[in-house]
């Protein structure tokens, strides 16, 4: 029982020292210089077999605009499949973190590739981003329908409070003048 007791001690030091171990490893190398790597040739075939590549690169650093325009440049050059290029268009166009994005851009890229290539594998998430964008315009023109329903409403109100307000002062004045008139025919009443 005592040696089953000891080599669970043992192996709990043996791993309380690997443990320590990793760390001081892990601690060494975080505090080392960062070494740049020169793109390899394995890494520079990489590239050239995905020619989408540098643009994700470009969007997942957030430069949508150079993302944008390397997939338009992909596009217009014909070295991919065109039918990505404009899903990726589309996607840079309509994404919410995109400063500059722009939905009709969008809309007409997703239009584009369902109608020139409905056989893509992507043409039935484009028909998903069409809806979506289309939902969001009607949304945006309902929104913007109200925005001026409740101006004209709130205009109309303001119009109307002034209106009130008038006839309360012509309400007082012809109450004062309504007792003036009593007053004065009590007088004529007691002469």
Known sequence: MKIVKASHQGAAVLLDLHRVALLGVLL??????????EPTAAADKIVKA?????????????NYEAALKENQRI???????????????????????????????????FKTLVQQYPSSRLAEQ???????????????????????????????REIL?????????IA????QVDLEIE?????????
Request: glycine share 2%; proline share 3%.
């Open 75 to 109: 596009l217009t050059e014909k070295k991919a499949s065109p039918d990505v290029a404009l899903f990726n268009i589309g996607l840079i166009s309509a994404y919410s973190s995109n400063p500059k994005k722009d939905y009709q851009r969008a809309l007409n890229s």
């Open 172 to 175: 007082e004045k012809s109450r």
């Open 126 to 156: 484009a028909k998903v981003w069409i809806q979506v964008i289309e939902e969001h315009h009607r949304l945006t023109d309902e929104r913007q329908k109200l925005v001026e329903e409740k101006r004209v409403l709130t205009r109309e």
């Open 50 to 62: 995905d020619p989408f590549a540098h643009a994700t690169r470009l969007f997942y650093q957030g």
């Open 183 to 191: 007053k004065r025919r009590r007088q004529t009443l007691s002469k």
């Open 28 to 37: 060494t190398l975080g505090s080392c210089k960062t070494v740049q790597v």
């Open 161 to 169: 409070s002034q209106e009130r307000e008038k006839l309360k002062y």
